[in-house]
C-alpha cells in the first residue's frame, strides 16, 4: 500500500514537473497587444498557451494568448453573482 502511494505521488509530481511546450524562446511573441487601462497580474503557460490574469478598472479577466503569434484567442472576465 505504501509503495502504492508512493507511485501515485511520483506520478503527480513528474506531472507537475515536466515541460509540455512545444514553443521555444526563439518563437515567442515580441509584443502582447492589451488595453490602455489594462495591468497584468499574472502570467503563466498552460497547454502551450500563455493565460494572463488581467485587471481593467474593477473587472478581472483571464486571457488567453498564442504565445508564438501574440494574438487573444479566448477572455474569461470575472463577474459577481
Known amino acids: 500500500m505504501v509503495l502504492g502511494l508512493l507511485a501515485v505521488f511520483a506520478a503527480i509530481f513528474y506531472k507537475i514537473n515536466a515541460n509540455n511546450s512545444n514553443v521555444s524562446a526563439d518563437n515567442i511573441a515580441a509584443t502582447i497587444a492589451i488595453g490602455p487601462e489594462a495591468q497584468v497580474l499574472s502570467v503563466t503557460q498552460m497547454d502551450g498557451n ?3 490574469l488581467v485587471k481593467e478598472g474593477p473587472t478581472q479577466a483571464l486571457v488567453y494568448i ?3 503569434t501574440g494574438r ?3 477572455r474569461t472576465d470575472f463577474v459577481a453573482r
Open 72 to 74: 487573444k484567442i479566448a
Open 66 to 68: 498564442d504565445p508564438v
Open 50 to 52: 500563455l493565460v494572463m
